[in-house]
């Protein structure tokens, strides 16, 4: 799987550890789903501020959040459904507020290795089309993120 992170954010430190973890967590998906070789993946990370405008512009929600999703094969109400000659492996792009990693780690009593890791599962699993707005979605989401993380080794 082709995974690009970039790291915009300059609120937190940076450990050299987080992009490795990332995109081992994200493979961890990739195996679970049975995702292509061939499939990619952009991974941002952000400052609490940009969260929040990206939150408000695409949400209507005037707060930071955790993490946020981006899915490529996702046709919102005014976009045109077309078929694209080639194969389009893009899956889309997770965004993650460092910010808050770090604050939900202390929150949780866990590292924010665990965090980061969990938030990049979570928004894979997005971008692949899992919800949690119902409560039998959420229960379903919740199972494979516990044994995502099982699998890396990240309990809880």
């Given at each position: 799987m082709k995974i690009a992170i970039v790291n915009q954010q300059t609120t937190c430190k940076w450990e050299k550890s987080y992009g490795p973890l990332i995109r081992k967590a994200i493979n961890q998906v990739g195996k679970m789903c049975r995702l292509?070789?061939?499939?990619e993946v952009n991974v941002?990370?952000?400052d609490a501020s940009d969260m929040r405008e990206f939150n408000y512009v695409y949400r209507g929600k005037d707060q930071v959040t955790d993490v946020l999703s981006f899915a490529m094969k996702e046709i919102g109400d005014n976009e045109p459904d077309y078929e694209s000659p080639e194969p389009d492996h893009m899956l889309g792009d997770i965004l993650i507020c460092m910010e808050r990693v770090v604050a939900q780690?202390?929150?949780?009593?866990?590292?924010?290795q665990r965090e980061l890791a969990f938030l990049a599962v979570h928004?894979?699993?997005?971008?692949l089309g899992y919800d949690h707005e119902?409560?039998?979605?959420?229960?379903l989401m919740r199972t494979l993120e516990d044994k995502l993380m099982e699998g890396l080794g990240l309990l809880r």
């Open positions: 292509a070789a061939a499939s941002v990370i952000v780690a202390e929150e949780y009593g866990h590292s924010p928004g894979m699993l997005h971008l119902e409560e039998n979605e959420r229960v």
